[in-house]
């Protein structure tokens, strides 16, 4: 069907009403059955969330309300905006259904119906199902303004949405020394007189292994700006830089560093500014139209921690089966 009337639907939805509706161009449909019933049978364009991905997940009441910006990686996930209506269905009697639209509303998106006895009642009638992906199963996990470069023909408000967005740039420098360190984990480092590192770990206090045998370490994590002077250090300037500083702060003796070692993060961390909400829009809606699934912190572009990014790596092997 290739009608683009405005869709303007009943919150419960009959079967009937919805069969010719199938393709319309601002129908979206969300499946929140069990992901071995989705793989087997949806409805044609349905795309699947899974009910985890309506929860908070934490502990001891998982069920809370998940924050704001997750909500909105939900929305963003299903497309949705003005033009858009979305009915919501499941396998279950109607409770995941009707707990994505109480989500949805909480964040002013009300243009939603329910289809009326879900996926058991669209089958029992007959009516097409399918066990195609709506879209292709990529998945992307790197960066995504890396994976932008590599594809053609991107459009070049894609691309400058893609451009503007910010975030910052890591050196680590790891150096094992003679002698003790501090009985800490870590401390965050405001000082510059000491050095441009902002945050300093022991990593010998954790474990044996975090250190060359015998000896202690201290690893110094230097924050910056994409195009900052200290990208631009040499390796031997860095790791100078460092000793020195830790030096001066009365943590080692440059003659008892032993060993070095460097690591550099170009994306290391996200920046909310203010144009954020506006530019990621722009390239995780182009993704999603080009059947890319987003996955993990520079993919996504969101401030994800290591959990966050295996739960999310989880849910896109769920919901692609
Ligand atoms: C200094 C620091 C400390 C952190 N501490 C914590 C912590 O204590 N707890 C916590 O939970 N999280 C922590 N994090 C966050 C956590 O490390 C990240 O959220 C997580 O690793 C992101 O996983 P990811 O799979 O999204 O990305 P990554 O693990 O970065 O994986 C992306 C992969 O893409 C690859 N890649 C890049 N470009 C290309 C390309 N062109 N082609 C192919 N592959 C490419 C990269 O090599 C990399 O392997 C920390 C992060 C940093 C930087």
């Known amino acids: 069907m290739s009608s683009t009337a405005p869709l303007n639907l009943p919150l419960l939805l009959e079967p009937a009403e919805l069969e010719p509706l199938l393709g319309h161009p601002q129908l979206i449909l969300a499946d929140l059955c069990r992901p071995d019933n989705y793989q ?9 969330l899974s009910p985890a991905e309506t929860q908070e997940g934490l ?21 949705l905006a003005e033009d858009k209506w979305l009915v919501v269905y499941d396998d279950e009697g109607g409770g995941w259904a ?12 009300q243009r939603y119906s329910y289809l009326n006895g879900g996926l058991i009642a669209w089958h029992q009638e007959g009516r097409p199902l399918t066990d195609q992906m709506p879209a292709s199963a990529q998945s992307s996990s790197f960066p995504i303004q890396i994976r932008l470069q590599r594809m053609e023909n991107v459009p070049d408000r894609v691309m400058d949405a893609a451009g503007a967005l910010a975030y910052n740039s ?15 984990s870590w401390l965050y480092v405001p000082e510059l007189s000491f050095g441009e590192f902002n945050r300093i770990s022991f990593p010998s206090n954790y474990t044996r292994e975090g250190a ?13 700006r994409p195009g900052d002077p200290v990208g631009s250090w040499s390796d031997a300037e860095t790791i100078r830089h460092v000793s ?44 999603r139209e080009q059947g890319i699934d987003l996955v ?22 769920e919901r692609s089966g």
């Open 296 to 317: 993990g912190r520079f993919a996504e572009f969101e401030y994800l921690n290591m959990d966050a990014c295996i739960r999310h790596a989880w849910d896109y092997a």
């Open 170 to 184: 890591l050196v680590s420098v790891f150096l094992g020394i003679r002698g003790e360190v501090p009985p800490l």
């Open 40 to 48: 087997v049978a949806h409805l044609p364009g349905a795309i699947h």
């Open 59 to 79: 502990a001891p009441a998982p069920g809370f309300l998940p924050d704001r910006a997750r909500l909105q990686q939900l929305a963003d996930k299903l497309g």
């Open 212 to 224: 060359p045998p015998g000896h202690a370490s201290i690893l110094a994590e230097i924050t910056f």
């Open 244 to 287: 020195d500083g830790l030096s001066r702060m009365g943590l080692l003796k440059p003659e008892d560093v032993v060993y070095t070692a460097i690591s550099r993060q170009d994306y290391a961390y996200v920046i909310y500014d203010l144009d954020y909400q506006e530019h990621v829009g722009i390239v995780r809606t182009f993704c």
């Open 98 to 109: 009707g707990r994505l639209i109480w989500l949805l509303d909480s964040i002013g998106f």
